[in-house]
């Protein structure tokens, strides 16, 4: 574990980063703008784009006419007739769908001829309700769809039925998660050059794009060019993600498609109005659960039903948020039969995909919600419930009956490490006072199992086992590297994980530092993506925490073959055998002389300058990639049971809440958090994953909500209405720990840690101000609480 300050921050807050919008990478470039729907449903009964095209400045406008030319609909996930296309093309399905591109020689100019641009559009009923989306009389969104629901599979394992009809109390509650996004500081932005080579087309692309790297495939697809007739190019810096700009791959396909028709690279980068408007978020979903419970509080069976909301299209990687959580979908308990059904429908709202948590945070919503009701009709302290429930320390590596194998933990002594932080007994000592004084104090207790290193094998179960292609399932967590030393001895290690702020280069130099004796500064980090160049395959990207148990494990295997070779170049300077040497303090020594020394520098030198004094058949190769790929992820099984994540950590939160009885605020008195993410790489960065995404929880907890009109107009297009916490929010103690069980699977026993929270705390949240309204007999059944949302439900209760 090491403590260093990030390299990153004094290019950030010197001004000196390379965002996109800043940096000018092809010459002669025009600029876009986007003419988008103001329909949420609607028929397009022409367009005209002439006036457009005759006002001066402009080089280029295209419409559905172009792009129904020049792309195919997206490869999708599954087989749902519900084609996709970079810009509507029949019909516009939600507000701010792209319909048009005007080029131009700047922005403003585009800006003024967008305006001219005439669409009649045919309106159509709009539906934006999950629920409402599902009935039969509902306005179908895709003509050739039966109707809106694009998936639908029912998962059993175990003896379910047997389960529930043996329990003493069957526990049953239905909840709903909101739509929200990330608000990343800068918005998307591309610049796109289609290219007529000697081979067919190819389109070189600069994106501020997020992986993952499937999504590669998938633009390739639309383009009608082979994946290796597509160059994207990631800058160092791209403003956060959070997951949200994985979806910004139909845009680069759009600019493509402009730059073809306008003979030029073109630019163009998005506003916040558009972000909010027609960018992405995460699916809201309605799930009901049910768990098979016996008199002590133990859960022996669980029916999970989930329907994702994800908008007007069930576009790539969705339904992947369905699935993401499917190994750990029984959380940190020991639950053995599981009947799961997974929806996917559609509806005018904006399509969704990843989102920090990814599938993560509405899973926990249902299930620790439902741990606390199960607490409450047994009778047994919402902390104690958990306990009873949770998987042992000596389980460990643990199945879960979906396919899941947990590496390892130590659940109990993590949660126990949080209500000893809280001081978990006081605190309900308070709070018996505080209703005697008929105050409003709540205490919320969530135990989450963290998921990192996705397997995108889980990906298959969206497709029933018999219509999968035999032997060709989808399975892995790969993820690549390049280390290589220059004639001087610096090495240099170029990383395929597009970072977005979590300090990659910083804890990539210090392992390579470590693990090759060098002090740091002798260690050059790059992040940038350059698909041409940089080593990489479909499941490379940063998303589901990948970099710190899959990259980490591929560097220390390059590092372990560069150290090979520096040691035989020592081996010849020095007169002694490669294994009794080592690599320390900047040298190769001899282990039991280490006076008996040469420089790093100078052995590497001498693999550069003088190959041929290196023993036959040693190669004078400084230059190593290396792919770590995990051979417990797997595709799903002929059974649909998947191992949907190499490395599981945990998270244990306890939190505080008041609620003023005058304006119904909610004030975050205490967070008591411990995580257990196997071995900390680097403590100051851990803290800052777990202090952003428990601000980005609480935004999602109390605050944001993307909502929509029932006409499909969305009500919530600037900060205005879209709220998101500001430090005045953020400002309440937090006692953050963690508790370090090394995962067996990974070279430095890491894992994940950038998610944990915005997981867990939202839940946490809902279940502290439920226990604070208890005696109101309110239940909380849905996000965001606010004080609208608990003045509505206060107001609406029986009786009032």
């Known amino acids: ?8 921050d004094a290019a950030l807050l010197t001004g000196q980063g390379r965002f ?16 988008r729907s103001p329909h949420a449903h609607a028929r397009i009964r022409s367009v005209s784009l002439e006036r457009a095209r005759r006002h001066p400045g402009v080089a280029a406008v295209i419409g559905p006419e172009e792009v129904l030319a020049t792309l195919k609909p997206f490869p999708l996930s599954v087989s749902a007739p519900t084609p996709y296309y970079a810009t509507g093309t029949d019909k516009v399905r939600f507000v701010g769908e792209p319909v048009a591109v005007v080029v131009a020689s700047d922005r403003y100019t585009a800006e003024d001829a967008a305006e001219l641009v005439d669409i009649d559009y045919e309106p159509l009923p709009a539906v934006v309700r999950t629920d409402a989306a599902m009935e039969p009389t509902a306005p179908r969104l895709h003509d050739q769809a039966q109707s809106n629901v694009a998936t639908d599979r029912t998962f059993d394992f175990g003896d379910v039925e047997g389960a529930f009809g043996a329990a003493s109390h069957v526990v049953t509650s239905s909840y709903s998660f909101p739509r929200y996004s990330s608000t990343p500081m800068e918005c998307y932005s591309v610049v796109a050059d289609w290219r007529e080579g000697s081979e067919g087309p190819e389109v070189v692309a600069h994106a501020n794009f997020h992986g993952p790297f499937s999504m590669a495939p998938v633009l390739a697809g639309a383009l009608g060019i082979p994946t290796s007739s597509l160059r994207l190019i990631v800058p160092g810096d791209i403003g956060g993600s959070f997951g949200i700009k994985s979806a910004i791959y139909p845009y680069i396909a759009l600019m493509a498609v402009a730059s073809r028709y306008a003979g030029r690279p073109v630019r163009w980068t998005e506003d916040r109005l558009e972000h909010l408007l027609a960018s992405s978020s995460g699916s809201d979903r309605l799930m009901t659960l049910e768990a098979a419970v016996d008199d002590e509080g133990l859960v022996s069976a669980l029916r999970v039903d989930l329907v994702d909301n994800v908008g007007a299209y069930l576009r790539p990687p969705e339904p992947s948020t369905l699935y993401r959580c499917f190994g750990n979908i029984t959380g940190a308990y020991t639950i053995d039969n599981v009947t799961i059904r997974a929806r996917g429908v559609v509806t005018n709202k904006a ?7 990814f599938g993560g945070q509405q899973l926990y919503f249902g299930l620790e919600r439902l741990m606390d009701k199960i607490a409450s009709t047994c009778g047994i302290d919402p902390a104690e419930l958990r306990s009873r429930n949770m998987v042992r320390a000596d389980s460990f590596p643990y199945a879960t009956p979906s396919g899941g194998i947990y590496d390892s933990g130590d659940y109990h002594a993590a949660l126990q490490l949080a209500l000893k932080n809280a001081d978990y007994e006081a605190l309900r000592a308070e709070q018996r006072l505080a209703r005697e004084r008929g105050e409003w104090m709540g205490i919320g207790v969530a135990t989450i199992v963290d998921p990192s290193a996705t397997n995108i094998g889980y990906v298959g179960l969206a497709t029933p086992v018999q219509d999968r292609t035999a032997k060709r399932g989808k399975s892995g967590s790969t993820e690549h590297v390049r280390v290589s030393v220059d004639l001087q001895g610096v090495v240099s290690v170029l990383l395929g994980t597009v970072p977005q702020g ?18 740091v500064e002798q260690v050059r980090p790059r992040v940038e993506m350059d698909t041409a160049t940089t080593p990489w395959t479909i499941s490379s990207g940063s998303y589901s925490s990948r970099f710190a148990p899959l990259l980490t494990s591929a560097l220390l295997e390059a590092c372990d073959r560069i150290a090979e070779t520096i040691k035989i170049a020592g081996s010849v300077l020095l007169e002694a055998d490669p294994e009794s040497l080592e690599l ?18 100078h052995a590497a030198g001498l693999v550069h300058w003088d190959p041929g004094s290196l023993p036959d058949g040693v190669s004078a ?15 799903p099984s002929r059974t649909d049971q998947v191992n949907s994540s190499l490395c599981y950590g945990f998270v244990a939160d306890v939190v505080v809440v008041r609620i003023d009885k005058e304006t119904l605020s909610v004030t975050i008195e205490k967070l008591s958090t411990v995580h257990d993410a196997g071995t900390i790489l680097n403590q100051t960065l851990v803290d800052g994953q777990v202090h952003g995404a428990i601000v980005q929880a609480m935004g999602g907890a109390m605050f944001e909500e993307m909502t929509y009109s029932d006409s499909g107009q969305p009500t919530a297009g600037t900060f205005m209405d879209y709220l998101c916490p500001t430090s005045a929010e953020s400002c309440f103690p937090v006692v953050s720990d963690h508790l370090e069980t090394p995962s067996p699977l990974t070279r430095l026993g890491a894992k994940g840690c950038g998610e944990g929270s915005s997981m867990s705390l939202p839940v946490a949240i809902a279940n502290a101000v439920a226990d604070a309204l208890a005696p109101e007999g309110i239940e909380i059944t849905s996000l965001p609480l606010h004080g609208n949302v608990l003045h509505q439900l206060l107001n609406t209760r029986e009786g009032k």
């Open 1 to 8: 574990m090491t403590t260093s300050a990030r390299i990153e």
């Open 20 to 35: 996109l919008d800043d940096l000018d990478p092809l010459p002669g470039t025009l600029v876009a703008t986007v003419v």
């Open 351 to 357: 399509p969704t995909g990843l989102n920090r948590g």
């Open 502 to 519: 979590q300090g990659h280069a910083t804890v990539a130099r210090d392992i390579v530092a470590r693990h090759l004796g060098l002090p």
């Open 584 to 601: 320390a303090e900047g040298k190769v020594r001899v282990i039991d002389e280490p006076d008996r020394a040469v420089a790093f520098r």
């Open 621 to 635: 190769r400084l230059y190593e990639e290396a792919a770590f790929t995990p051979p417990q992820s797997k595709a």
